[in-house]
């Protein structure tokens, strides 16, 4: 006999980062939550939270959420249907007709971690939300601009050509593929 499982709806899961955002009162936080989500059938609920100091390159947050991970698969815990990161992020918003130059120029600056010292430069609070279908949440607030609510995406197809990338969400992804298996 197959379990089967109910999948919850975009708004349950729009719901929820929202919440995650919420959450962020304070700038300048020196640190970033990788939280672990269940789901019953009825209600997603937030099961783990791990704290990554800001003083952990981005680079070794991937290893740090997998360790995590398997850490929870292996305990007495219902298996997380997603994942969920909120962190501070600089970030630069580029004309629409910058050249690739000006494009790989900021891409360079941003490995390098130097957007904070980008003219042109803004604070994000943001959250990601990747579940086990590979579905995508982001919610984000402007730091000095909350009063204008938050801007929300949803990206159903992790092939989606404006869909965000980057080491941190292929890590949430790859946290979620193996909360996938651990279900099989």
């Keep these: 006999m197959t379990a089967s499982i109910t999948i919850p709806s975009r708004d349950v899961f729009a719901d929820m980062t929202r919440q995650i955002l919420g959450t962020h009162t304070e ?10 989500l269940t789901w019953d059938g009825t209600a997603l ?3 783990t939270a791990v704290a990554i100091t800001t003083d952990i390159h981005p680079r070794g947050h ?11 698969l292996a305990r007495d815990l219902p298996v997380p249907y997603a994942y969920a990161l909120l962190h501070e992020v600089w970030a630069v918003a580029l004309h629409p007709d910058a050249s690739a130059a000006e494009r790989a120029e900021l891409d360079r600056a941003a490995q390098r971690r130097e957007l904070d010292q980008h003219p042109d430069r803004y604070e994000l609070a943001v959250v990601y939300c990747v579940d086990i279908h590979g579905r995508l949440w982001t919610a984000s607030k402007q730091r000095g601009a909350e009063h204008d609510g938050v801007d929300e995406h949803f990206y159903g197809d992790p092939d989606h050509p404006h869909a965000p990338g980057g080491t941190l969400i292929r890590a949430l992804r790859d946290c979620a593929a193996l909360a996938k298996q651990a279900r099989t």
């Design 45 to 47: 609920k937030p099961s």
């Design 27 to 36: 700038w300048d936080t020196p640190l970033h939550h990788f939280i672990s």
């Design 62 to 72: 991937p290893r740090l959420m997998e360790i995590a991970t398997r850490k929870e």
